[in-house]
């Protein structure tokens, strides 16, 4: 008969419920592997499938606490505040790509016209939505998803599981990079805008020009073809941009757990 002890049995929980916890955590706030369209079960089994991966690493660095004290439970929330950040830091990227998108849309007037957006379980307009897609393909394209979890991986060896998580600092830097929701949104509609406000003004100069024009019925698709043509003409300049930022949120996330390089699987 086999028979386990209480002690034994805290460790073997230990090792697996608090990486699980900070898995888990990433999974359900990063950008494509969060996405609310798949299912909890699915989210669930991939992320005990790293966990089981990362044990051994785990096992090395385990702090002998019971998981069920209060400092276990503690160690427990810092294992979810690592994972959330880790997560965030990466979904602003997506959120300034999609408010460039609201600007461009808004500008063209399709402010109207208006999705629901499983990502984010929310409303979005048409042109949001088309750069998200766009974002979440090139994110994909360049292995984003990949260094993410050879990332939160190696997190493990820099800041193994303990009641050293994130500091006030960190908190700092985080609510920082969300200014990045403004700044890169703005970069990467100013084509478009710049083309749209010279649409606009030239339109004011035509309606002084000539009252009697009606200008709503010019205006509207004046605009709208505009706009639809400068986004074209300028997608392509959108993946070295997009690249960036992607690049910078992986630095950011790897300042935060003390990773120096990310080795890809």
């Known amino acids: 008969m086999i028979s386990i002890t209480?002690?034994?049995?805290n460790i073997l929980l230990a090792t697996f419920l608090w990486p699980l916890s900070r898995i888990l955590a990433m999974v359900a706030t990063a950008p494509i592997l969060g996405n609310p369209s798949i299912p909890v079960r699915v989210k669930l089994g991939f992320a005990v499938m790293i966990t089981i991966l990362v044990m051994p690493v785990v096992e090395k660095s385990l702090p002998q606490v019971d998981p069920a004290s209060g400092i276990g439970l503690i160690i427990l929330l810092q294992q979810v505040?690592?994972?959330v950040a880790i997560g965030f830091v990466m979904r602003i990227v997506f959120v300034a790509v999609e408010t460039a998108g609201e600007l461009i849309g808004l500008q063209m007037g399709l402010?109207?016209?208006i999705f629901f957006d499983p990502q984010n379980s929310g409303q979005i307009d048409i042109i949001g939505r088309f750069l998200g897609v766009i974002a979440s393909l090139a994110f994909l394209a360049m292995d984003?998803?990949?260094?993410?979890?050879?990332?939160?991986s190696q997190s493990f060896s820099t800041l193994p599981v303990g009641l050293d998580g994130i500091t006030n600092v960190t908190f700092t830097t985080l609510a920082n990079w969300g200014g990045e929701i403004f700044k890169s949104g703005l970069q990467l509609s100013l084509p478009v805008?710049?083309?749209l406000l010279i649409t606009n003004l030239a339109l004011g100069i035509l309606t002084r020009v000539a009252p009697?024009?009606?200008i709503f019925a010019v205006g509207f698709p004046l605009t709208l073809s505009i706009g639809l043509f400068v986004l074209a003409f300028s997608m392509p300049f959108y993946t070295p941009i997009l690249e960036y930022l992607v690049h910078d949120a992986l630095?950011?996330?790897m300042g935060i757990l003390n990773i120096n390089q990310i080795d890809m699987p």
């Open 6 to 9: 209480t002690a034994e049995l």
């Open 81 to 83: 505040l690592i994972g």
């Open 111 to 113: 402010g109207f016209a």
């Open 144 to 152: 984003g998803h990949l260094m993410m979890i050879a990332l939160i």
């Open 193 to 195: 805008l710049t083309a």
């Open 212 to 214: 009697q024009l009606n």
């Open 251 to 253: 630095n950011l996330m």
